[in-house]
Every structure is written in structure tokens, then in C-alpha cells.
């Protein structure tokens, strides 16, 4: 509870300085939007009913902050809160390269104040998670599977805050952009989501390390209309967003 109090000012303070920016984007903008490379970038755009300007978006999972989506629509005026639970990730890359987000060093989960999370270099560096989400045999398996690579990982085991999806958007009403890549943890963090009191009009989600067909299944539920972009992400528009009419 403490530590939930503690992070009220930033979070009051986002809807604040961020508020809701919508609007229509200028012809400088527009121009960014053609030029901008991300692939990821224009799956979604292209998903909207034309380009938006100005939106709030969230990313669970930020990593360093470079190759990401949301850095794509920070160019066209997006704001917007940057989360990673690594803390060499966070404190060595993250709040250096997003300095434009409110990058938050948190493990978006619910329950007690701190998890403790299991970050791997090398190879393993992207099945780091949090300790709770994988049984003690599933860690010891994955890291036999490694024991050979030419690169020898190493891990550090470290106490992270927790902080659930509900305080994350605490006092917003409407997010324009969610972007979810937490390592095989993304149904955790759905299944915690207020979908009842925040409406996300478009999820990014990494879904190749989830059953897929559950994860639409659960998203239809929650009033989304879902398809895989590729083999590794999903997008989800809100059935009360418009879809982009093909040209």
C-alpha cells in the first residue's frame, strides 16, 4: 500500500501533463507517417481510420526503448508511459533512450509489493520474467537447454515493485494504444486488466508464446476484433473503433 500511495503523483500527474490529445494530424505529421520505417508502426496505423495524433499509449515490456513501436508514434505528438521490469534494461538503456516517455521501473502484476524477477544476459535474455510465472523445473529446463551456448548467460535474481494493470492506468478513462511484450506473462496482465472502467482502443500483443486461439477467444469477450499481423503479433481493435476502409 505504501508504495502504491508513493506512486500516485506520477500517476495523477500523467493524466495531467498527457490528457487526451487526439486530433487530426498536421501535414508535417503526415508526412512523418509516410516516412516512418517501423513495420509494426504501419500495421497499426493502417488499422486506424487514418493516422492519429496527439494519442496516449502504454507499453508493458518496453525494453530498451529503441526498436518499439510507441517510440514510431512519439514522432507524430504520442505520449505516454514506458514500463520494463528488467532493471539492467531500465537503468542502463531505457530512461536514456525513451527520455520523451514516463518510463516506470515496475513489474505490471497483481499482487504483493515486490516480485522477484530473473533477468538472463546473452541468449536467455528474452525468457527473463518474473520467478512466480514459471515453476522451478521450468527455469532449471530452460537453462540446461542453454548450458552449451558459446556465450556463457548469467543471472541476476532481484526484488522488483509490483504494480498492477488497474494502478497503472489509474485515472484515465480512455488509452489509444496498449503495447504488450512481457515474455509468455502477456494473459497475466489481461486477465488483470479493468476492461469494465479503461477502454483501449487498439492492443499490440506479443502472442507467439501463447495458446492463440484462447487468447482471441478471451479478447472477443472483452468486445475486440483480433488478427495476426505475422507470427509473432496481434493486433485488436475495440468494435467500437471504426476500422480503416480500404482504399
Known amino acids: 500500500m505504501r508504495r502504491w ?22 501535414l508535417d ?13 504501419h500495421q497499426i496505423i493502417n488499422s486506424m481510420h487514418g493516422p492519429r495524433c496527439g494519442g496516449f499509449f502504454v507499453e508493458a515490456g518496453a525494453n530498451t526503448g529503441v526498436n518499439s513501436v510507441t517510440k ?14 528488467n532493471p539492467y534494461l531500465y537503468h542502463n538503456f531505457l530512461v536514456k533512450n525513451r ?25 536467455l ?31 541476476t535474481r532481484t526484488n522488483v ?6 494502478k497503472l492506468v489509474f485515472g484515465r478513462g480512455h488509452v489509444d494504444l496498449f503495447s504488450l511484450d512481457v515474455e509468455g506473462a502477456e494473459m497475466n496482465v489481461l486477465r488483470s486488466f479493468p476492461f469494465d472502467q479503461i477502454r483501449v482502443d487498439f492492443w499490440f500483443v506479443e502472442t507467439n508464446k501463447l495458446d492463440r486461439e484462447v487468447f482471441v477467444s478471451f479478447m472477443s469477450e472483452k468486445h475486440y476484433h483480433c488478427h495476426h499481423v505475422d507470427h509473432v503479433n496481434t493486433l485488436c481493435r475495440h468494435r467500437d473503433v ?4 480500404r482504399r
Open 5 to 26: 500511495l508513493a506512486a500516485l503523483p506520477w500517476l495523477l500527474g500523467t493524466e495531467a501533463k498527457f490528457g487526451s490529445h487526439r486530433r487530426a494530424c498536421a
Open 29 to 41: 505529421e503526415q508526412e512523418l507517417v509516410r516516412k516512418t520505417q517501423h513495420k509494426e508502426f
Open 72 to 85: 514510431a508514434f512519439e514522432q507524430i505528438g504520442w505520449h505516454g508511459l514506458c514500463v520494463e521490469a
Open 99 to 123: 527520455k520523451d516517455c514516463e518510463n516506470i521501473h515496475a513489474a505490471l502484476v497483481d499482487g504483493p509489493d515486490q516480485v522477484v524477477f530473473r533477468a538472463y544476459t546473452e541468449r
Open 125 to 155: 535474455g528474452d525468457l527473463s520474467g518474473i520467478e512466480s510465472f514459471r515453476t522451478q523445473k521450468q527455469w532449471a529446463k530452460m537453462e540446461r537447454e542453454h548450458a552449451n551456448d558459446k556465450r556463457k548467460w548469467t543471472l
Open 161 to 166: 515493485t509490483a504494480l498492477s494493470p488497474a
Open 242 to 245: 471504426r476500422a480503416r476502409r
